[in-house]
């Protein structure tokens, strides 16, 4: 069995698997192959890209571009490569590889450097050196993951306050 894909909508928190690490990194290989001169930065972000922490199966993945308005460019390359673009938000673009039934990547394409950016980056980090916080951050995960297993924007609302308050934290100690 494979060790990333889940049903859209569904959440369900799996043990980190270190394949996480490889499926990004083959990801990042075809991205930059396709798209590499439009792009500043590629990061591997989300709970995958934590080791030693439980996630929902699905490798998220963080482009930095230099202009927000230049991630038009980038949809029909992504396209070619099995990214359907699935939503624009205020400081991104997202798009979701993998059909409904069997979600493996989201692809996040933001302004390099900018808040999301650097706000994504400082929570992967901090999980990554500060082990009792990260299984504060499981623990939460698992609770909101069996209270709102067919409801991902609950789920996801759910953590906010924990994310936010890392995201505060640490910006106020640099």
Known sequence: MSSIGLKRGTVKIIRYDKKWKTEFKKEESKILDICGDKIISIEHIGSTAVPYLSAKPIVD?????????????????????????YKKFQKQMLFCK????????????MRFNGVKWKNDLLFRDYLRTHTKERWKYQKLKEKLAKQFSGDREKYSNGKKIFIQSIITKTKNHT
Not at 61 to 85: A, C, M, N, Q, W
């Open 61 to 85: 993945i963080s482009v930095g571009i230099k202009r927000f308005k230049d991630v038009e460019d980038l949809i029909k390359p992504l396209t070619s490569i099995g990214y359907h673009f």
């Open 98 to 109: 993998g059909p409904d039934s069997k979600r493996t990547h989201y692809l996040h394409v």
